[in-house]
């Protein structure tokens, strides 16, 4: 493992091309853009779209247009994660030679009844832990069912954290960080579907496109436990850390495409001013309660 270079801070914006952007992802691309343009450095697109069942082809062309519009441009052709799945085969390969991962056979519904079952199920930051139901499998029982039932990749997270030493990373605001990945559990690490999942594509692609400083919300500041873990179980490099507040709603609500925040399309459409939402995301604390929707 090695830290982040000394050299031109590179950040990246990575959307999910599974709907329309909103402030909040706004926000964030241009936390991300203006710090690499402060420093003479470069910033990326990438767009997370492992979720197939959800991606929409508009979408692609939808999100740079919200870019453009907001004044952001990036360096080089945008990333796209569905055209690097041998990467992440290889990862995954080199995590499997460590005996690092399992098979699970459970449906969602089967792990859902064996925490309702349990009196004291254990809690990570998202919730009720796996209970490590396929990890007491036999050898015996792996092969026979890998043949013919679909089955996502778990990380044994016990056995990962025993064979690394105690692991740092550095947030801007929070300052340094000891990684404790294990109370995630054993996350999943290649999905039923997709031969990856989040955490592990994430962290390849940061260390492909040489990303410095990754710029992203407080949602996903317990979620760099286990990325500081796969680096170094990958010897990748740690970048630095930004995670930013949240923005929210005029209730506290946080922004989200489930909820169907208001898009910056609309927003666009209906003649709100690009310049005023950046002038608005640049000051401190940003203010997005004149660009409200009006009932």
């Not at 599974?18 to 402030?23: D, E, Y």
Request: proline share 6%; aromatic share 8%; charged share 25%.
């Amino acid at each position: 493992m090695t830290d982040k270079s000394t050299g031109p801070v590179i950040t990246r914006f990575a959307p999910s091309p599974t709907g329309l952007l909103h402030l909040g992802h706004g926000y964030s691309a241009l936390r991300a853009h203006d710090l690499a343009c402060a420093t003479g450095g470069r910033f990326l697109l990438r767009f997370e779209d492992i979720d197939t069942g959800r991606v929409r082809a508009e979408y692609y062309d939808a999100i740079e247009t919200d870019l453009r519009w907001l004044g952001l441009d990036w360096d080089g052709e945008p990333m796209r994660q569905s055209d690097r799945f041998d990467a992440y085969r290889d990862a995954f390969e080199r995590l499997k030679a460590q005996e690092l991962v399992y098979p699970c056979f459970c449906t969602r519904k089967e792990i859902a009844a064996e925490i309702a079952a349990s009196a004291s199920a254990p809690h990570g930051p998202d919730g009720p832990l796996y209970p490590r139901t396929c990890q007491a499998l036999s050898d015996a029982e792996r092969e026979e069912r890998l043949v013919s039932e679909p089955h996502a990749w778990r990380i044994d997270m016990a056995k990962a954290v025993s064979t690394v030493g105690e692991l740092h990373w550095r947030d801007a605001d929070e300052g340094d960080i000891v990684a404790t990945p294990e109370v995630h559990g054993d996350v999943v690490l290649a999905r039923k579907d997709v031969p990856t999942s989040y955490h592990l594509a994430v962290v390849v692609d940061d260390a492909e496109q040489g990303v410095t400083d990754v710029v992203r919300g407080m949602d996903l500041f317990a979620a760099t436990h286990v990325h500081r873990l796969l680096q170094q179980l990958l010897d990748l490099p740690v970048p630095h850390y930004h995670h930013h507040r949240l923005i929210t709603d005029g209730a506290g609500k946080r922004l989200a495409k489930r909820d169907n925040a208001r898009s910056l399309a609309a927003m666009r459409d209906a003649g709100v001013s690009a310049a005023a939402i950046c002038a608005a995301f640049r000051s401190d604390p940003p203010d997005i309660s004149e660009f409200e929707p009006i009932d």
